[in-house]
């Protein structure tokens, strides 16, 4: 079972229904969710949170690109774990932002909030399993804890 309410989801979309309809899936499924509509908000928000944090975050946050606010987070030493959403569905994209550290790559498409509570699902617990594996160690061939 998926925990839900130890990860806190930001939204940073600047489309305000798209961002609207996002958190309404993901709270439905269980998440606390914030939306930032810009990538200084978005950064702020980060800055100011003590919870963990998934951040769903648009590959264009208004004039800004989302590499620009993954190296200020970079910068201040707040590595959030992301899903990149984008309308420009390039593989040159998803590449690009896999190597930035993106979990995962959705498209805009009409479909997107059928596959939006799933995949951060997966995300999730992909980040609960690394955090166990790092507190408790991870078995060795023989059963010991390395």
Known sequence: MIETQTHKILIVEDNEGLAKLMQITLERSGYITVIARTAW???DLVQAMTERVLMLLDYQIGDTPASELLDQLEKMQHPVPFIIITGKGSEQVAVDM??????????????LVDQLAPLVDKVVEEIHREQKRKLY???DTH???V
Do not use: C, E, F, L
């Not at 896999?98 to 479909?111: C, S």
């Open 41 to 43: 908000q978005a950064r």
């Open 98 to 111: 896999m190597k930035r550290g993106a979990r995962d790559y959705i498209v805009k498409t009409p479909d």
């Open 137 to 139: 160690g991870t078995p």
């Open 143 to 145: 059963g010991r804890q």
